[in-house]
């Protein structure tokens, strides 16, 4: 795959994929930031997120196309898998990714969720009953290996990072692979706008009960003021709305790849704003996890052209 071109639509479309990216990785120091020194709860953030977030990305989708805002529950088939992505995929990804950055930080955080595609490939092997080919075993090689190195720091049996921590990561890249798979279908018979709005407001809405983001706790000065804003607009709406561009300009293919900026903004910004350890290891595993989605998107890449990937 060649260097993305900065010229003409191709460009912007490379631009408007990095800068979505980049933007979520901000939003997930961010989270850390209010979380460690803000005293804010999870359980807060995600709900207020997603009903924010939610409410303003339906208006929008409103706005856009109003018939399709309401049609998303119809037929009764869609209802049903449209509350599945609601509350299984749109909130169980939003929530593991943020108590994994609670319980270890934005960088780790970040990684790890990337170990989804390498959890959809060996779902996609498995339900089509076929071995999975070489590109796709080293890619599984490599999330192992990088996730092992992001864990230990290379000290076999050492958890560098609390156990909690690895099982909320695992957990994260779960819900990110179920995240994508399941609301295909949905995709494809609705806008994608709406599809994510209601996940978000309907997720948000079935935590409500448990987290009562009406009782806020923590410290609120200017600073989590900021943060907060920041997470629920620049780290929500505009890189969903950038991405979308990215993805009719330049197609899902290479803007899923350019979305590997995401966990190197999250790690730069961690090491220099909050003064998060990440050393040589660390960067390596990382590596060895994000190389999974260059990977697989070759992968992808020769099925679509019909060539033999071996």
């Not at 390498?118 to 996730?147: D, K, Q, W």
């Not at 720091?153 to 990072?161: A, T």
């Not at 709305?241 to 990215?246: G, M």
Request: aromatic share 10%; charged share 10%.
């Amino acid at each position: 795959m060649t260097l993305p071109s900065l010229r003409g639509p191709q460009g912007r479309g490379n631009l408007l994929a990095v800068f979505a990216a980049s933007l979520w990785g901000i939003s997930g120091a961010c989270a850390q930031y209010v979380f460690e020194q803000k005293g804010i709860r999870i359980d807060w953030l995600v709900t207020v997120r997603l009903l924010i977030a939610g409410v303003l990305l339906l208006l929008w989708a409103g706005w856009q196309r109003p018939s399709q805002v309401m049609a998303a529950w119809r037929p009764a088939i869609s209802a049903r898998q449209l509350l599945a992505f609601c509350v299984l995929g749109m909130l169980g990804v939003q929530y593991t990714y943020f108590a994994v950055i609670e319980h270890s930080n934005a960088a780790v955080g970040t990684v790890l969720q990337y170990l989804g595609p390498t959890v959809i490939a060996v779902y996609l092997a498995a339900v089509h009953r076929r071995r999975p080919s070489r590109r796709e075993v080293v890619a599984i090689v490599l999330a192992m290996l990088g996730t092992v190195l992001l864990v230990t720091h290379g000290e076999m049996g050492v958890l560098q990072i609390s156990l909690e921590a690895l099982l909320w990561g695992l957990s994260s890249a779960l819900a990110l692979a179920f995240y994508t798979v399941q609301p295909v279908a949905l995709l494809k018979r609705h806008d994608s706008a709406v599809v994510v709005g209601w996940g978000m407001l309907i997720g948000g809405l079935a935590f409500v009960g448990w987290s009562q983001p009406w009782h806020m706790s923590g410290t609120w000065d200017s600073g989590t003021y900021g943060a907060v804003l920041f997470i629920v607009v620049l780290g929500t709406l505009v890189p969903f709305y950038c991405y979308l561009l990215a993805v009719k300009t330049i197609g899902p293919q290479r803007t899923s790849l350019l979305a590997c900026a995401e966990p190197l903004s999250a790690a730069l910004v961690s090491v220099w704003w909050l003064n998060v350890a990440f050393g040589w290891l660390d960067v390596v595993g990382s590596l060895c996890i994000v190389l999974t989605i260059y990977l697989l998107a070759r992968e992808k890449q020769s099925e679509q052209s019909g060539s033999d990937p071996n």
